[in-house]
């Protein structure tokens, strides 16, 4: 069954790009936000010495007490690696499905053979579930001031689709409805994501904020990296897979029945 | 008895060319679930599970 194979070679993909993911972040992007978490510790002693009913405002830091959250060390590196192979699984599972529906399309089939095959469906995931999200909301690290919550996640959601509908209809679109794709990945720039107003690190004083703009600015560069990697063998992976899926798939249809399966 | 086997096995041609498409939306949908409860859930203990998921990723993040 098609379903099945695909979930179990997207988790094979999710397990190994979610390691690969681990290593790399452990070494560029983690110590950044461990960084930054020490100036939250900072401001929660700060607050807790002067005032302590300020400590319930301020977000993170003051649920982190109450709720669980995984003990820093091997702990927390377990969960995020967890993570990091959850968000991979979930991304292979939606670039193979697009995979295996493209092959309907002459584009889609002519290509798996080529070399690059996989290496630009990782770029396109890349483009489309990192960069174009970031453009607006570049990766923040803990204590930085943000719009709201939920509409930081409409606006991601909705970079993210009009992405992949300006990328998909690039590559697989009919020619006189082309020059309409491009419209579509600009769209959310135009639209804009939401923003605070004010500094970018509100409850600091200004030696530390300083301290903490040049982390951001470190951060973008170290999850830019991070991310490139993880799409890159995300892509790879993930079109090995769907070359295994399609012989396996030509071996049990016999001729002219079902989808149309392309030959490798 | 030719036309008759053809068209018993009809249908079932028919239903595995509609099955593999829905299967692909399935699996689409599978994916698109997964990322929603590691990315998005607003559940503090999710939060904190994924805290640095999240901020690497650049999903949006507390």
Redesign the interface.
Known sequence: MLFRQVVFYALLVGVLSGLALTVVQSFQVVPIILAAEEFEGAVVEAEATVIPALQSAGHHAATEEEVWAPANGWERTAFTMLSNSLTAMAFALILMAAMLASFSLKAGEKSLKAWWYGLAWGVAGYVAFWLAPAIGLPPEIPLQATAPLEHRQLWWVFAVICTVGGLAGLAFGQTPWRWIYPVFLIVPHLVGAPHPEGLMFPDQVPVVAAELEKLAQQFIGATAIANGILWLVIGVTAAWSVKRIVVALKAESSPGTGMEVPSV | MQSQIASATQPA?QS??LT??L??????L??????Y????V?I??VH???????????????
């Open positions: 041609k595995l060319a593999r498409p299967q692909l939306v399935g699996v689409a599978l994916g698109v679930i997964i990322l409860g590691a990315g998005f607003n503090a203990a904190n599970a994924a805290h640095d998921t999240r901020h690497s990723q650049g999903f949006p993040c507390h």
